[in-house]
Each structure stands twice: as structure tokens, then as C-alpha cells.
């Protein structure tokens, strides 16, 4: 598509290897990653990427994802520029989707707004956090939604309040084909200090219990209801367990660690033995977090 490079410039790039979009560090080349700065310009890719019959899909820090070794034929876009920015608005923080969410744990921190302590660590986007449903200790993102601003498929942009938004555990019911351009979180003034000590509490539990230095996707699986999948896992005797380069962490069970060059094929087929072996110690069929994507 000429028209992606004449439009975009060095904003398109093309054959991009995942391996260096996806924090997990694997996953075969995509078509094109291309970086869009507003609403007009993402409308504009999404509609010509569907004319030339390609697949698209919004790619946040793509810290959900597991992209295949054989990569992905269609177009990622990227919110960039000013769909990246983040801004405080007396008790809210507008973050645009392309934002980074620790640039949003920071922020807060610093102005003195409570309630997205539970975020720190947690690598993505804002318009990936939202869309993903992002959460710990607890808490989630959409609890903080006051609004999301929507790219619809029609091209239009709609502002919807958080609540109109059904949400669940890992899940937010966008409509199909949406795409988050910016989410407007409400929090509650505090104390700088008391926020950024609240802040490194969490960030200190996760550096106990997480791998948080190793290329992963952060847990691989859903806590079924009831129960932990990090501690199915390990009681079913899986950690340790390695394919290849990726080996399921010493430290979280419900982690896979990229030790250096594994293979999509690799995290799969550990997720595969994984599965089976919680299926059979436990009777408990394990639910994916994690998103794969790309062409099998
Ligand atoms: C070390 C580590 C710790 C983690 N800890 C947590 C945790 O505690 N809790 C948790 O929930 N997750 C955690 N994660 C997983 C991940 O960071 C979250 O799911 C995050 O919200 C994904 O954001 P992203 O921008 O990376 O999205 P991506 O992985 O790039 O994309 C995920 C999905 O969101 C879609 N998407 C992204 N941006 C948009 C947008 N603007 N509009 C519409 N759709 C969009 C993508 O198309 C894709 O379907 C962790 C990951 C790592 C590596």
C-alpha cells in the first residue's frame, strides 16, 4: 500500500519483527506498524487497510500478546504523538490510548491523586489497560473509567461514560472494532508522599512475587473463580518446566520467562503442557490472559 508511505512517511514501517514490539520479545514480522497522531489519520489507515482486504489491529506496548513466529499480514497501528499524551484535569487524569499507563502511575504520584497506586509495574498502554481491563491487587481499571472516547467503525468518535462499558475480570465489551483514543480516569486528591509511598508498597510486592526484570507477558492465564492459576500450576509441578528458551518462572508460576530466543512455537507448547498437566492434577481447564495473535 503506497498510500500508508506517502501518507505516513516514516511513521509506516514495514516487516517489523514483533520480537521488538511485544514484551515478551517474540513473534515473526508484521506487515506494517504504523504509528497514527489523531483520530482522522487512524480512521484513514483503518478504512484503506480494509480496502486493500489486510487485517489491522491496535497494538498498545504489546505487553498481552503472543504474536506468532510467522508474524502477522496486516497493518498494527500505534497511537502516537498526540494520542499519547497524558494531562491532569483536576481530580482525573486524561490519558490519551496511546499513553504509557506507568507514565499515568507517575503522574499521579507526583500531583497528589489516589487510586491507580495498583497500576505500577503493569507495562501497557492506557487504551490497552482499558481495553484488556487491566487490574491488581484488587482494583481495575474500569472501576476508575469516568469516560471512554471511542474511534467507532462508521469513523465516527463517540464519548461514552465508563459505565456504558460493560466490564468483567480481564474483559471490556468495546464495541467490536473500536478503538480506544483516550480514557478519562477519576481519582481522589491526597498527599504526594502518601500516594508515591502507597505506590512503591506495590511495586515492592510485585518485585517479591514477580519475575518483573524477564521478558514475559505477565500472567499467561485467568484466575479461574475461586483459586489462583499460579498456584495450580505449581501444585500440578510445573515450575521450571522449560521448551525450548521459554521455561515457566521460578519465582510465579502463572509467568512464562523468555530466557533469551524463544520461539512463539516454544511459549506455546509450554502453555500446551502446562494446561494439560493443571487439567490433569486438578480437573481445572486453564483460561488464556494472554492474547495470541498473528498467522499459525
Ligand atoms: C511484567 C508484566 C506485568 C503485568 N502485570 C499485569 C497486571 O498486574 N494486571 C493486568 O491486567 N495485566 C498485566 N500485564 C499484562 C499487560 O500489561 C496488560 O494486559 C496491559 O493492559 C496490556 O496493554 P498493552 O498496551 O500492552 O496492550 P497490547 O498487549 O498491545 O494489546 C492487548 C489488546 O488490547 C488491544 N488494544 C491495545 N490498545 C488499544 C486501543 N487503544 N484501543 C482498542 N484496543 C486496544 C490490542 O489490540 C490487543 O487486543 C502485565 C504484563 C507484564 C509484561
Not at 116 to 128: D, K, Q
Not at 156 to 159: F, M, P
Not at 237 to 246: I, T
Not at 274 to 277: A, K, L, N, S
Given at each position: 500500500m503506497k498510500w500508508l508511505r506517502d501518507t505516513l512517511g516514516e511513521r509506516a514501517r514495514f516487516h517489523q519483527p514483533m520480537s521488538?514490539?511485544?514484551?515478551?520479545a517474540v513473534g515473526g514480522p508484521a506487515w506494517c506498524v504504523c504509528q497514527v497522531h489523531s483520530a482522522e489519520e487512524t480512521a484513514a489507515v483503518i478504512r484503506a487497510t480494509e480496502e486493500a482486504g489486510l487485517p489491522w489491529m491496535v497494538l498498545g506496548r504489546g505487553s498481552n500478546l503472543l504474536v506468532s513466529?510467522?508474524?502477522?499480514?496486516?497493518?498494527?497501528?500505534r497511537l502516537a504523538g498526540p494520542l499519547a499524551r497524558l494531562r491532569r484535569e483536576g481530580d482525573h487524569i486524561r490519558a490519551g490510548g496511546g499513553a504509557p499507563l506507568p507514565a499515568a502511575v507517575k503522574l499521579a504520584a507526583r500531583v497528589g491523586l489516589a487510586g491507580?497506586?495498583?497500576?505500577?509495574?503493569?507495562?501497557?498502554?492506557?487504551?490497552?489497560a482499558a481495553a484488556t481491563n487491566a487490574g491488581a491487587f484488587g482494583s481495575d481499571l474500569a472501576a476508575l473509567t469516568r469516560e471512554l472516547t471511542l474511534l467507532m467503525p462508521d469513523g465516527?468518535?463517540?464519548?461514552l461514560p465508563g459505565e456504558q462499558v460493560p466490564a468483567g475480570y480481564r474483559r471490556r465489551e468495546l464495541p467490536p472494532g473500536a478503538v480506544v483514543l483516550e480514557v478519562l480516569l477519576a481519582l481522589q486528591?491526597?498527599?504526594?508522599?502518601?500516594?508515591?509511598?502507597?505506590?512503591?508498597h506495590f511495586l515492592a510486592q510485585r518485585r517479591q512475587s514477580q519475575p518483573v526484570a524477564a521478558a514475559t507477558a505477565g500472567c499467561v492465564f485467568k484466575n479461574p473463580p475461586g483459586d489462583a492459576a499460579g498456584r495450580l500450576i505449581e501444585a500440578a509441578?510445573?515450575?521450571?518446566?522449560?521448551?525450548?528458551?521459554?521455561e515457566v518462572s521460578a519465582r510465579h508460576a502463572n509467568f512464562i520467562v523468555n530466557r533469551g530466543r524463544a520461539s512463539a512455537r516454544d511459549v506455546l507448547a509450554l502453555i500446551e503442557q502446562?494446561?494439560?498437566?493443571v487439567r490433569e492434577a486438578t480437573g481445572v481447564e486453564l483460561e488464556l490472559e494472554v492474547e495470541v495473535v498473528g498467522d499459525a
Open positions: 521488538a514490539h511485544t514484551t515478551w513466529d510467522r508474524g502477522y499480514y496486516g497493518v498494527m497501528l491507580l497506586e495498583w497500576a505500577v509495574g503493569i507495562p501497557g498502554t492506557a487504551g490497552g465516527e468518535v463517540h464519548t486528591p491526597d498527599e504526594p508522599r502518601a500516594v508515591a509511598e502507597r505506590t512503591e509441578g510445573c515450575k521450571g518446566l522449560a521448551v525450548g528458551q521459554a502446562v494446561r494439560r498437566r
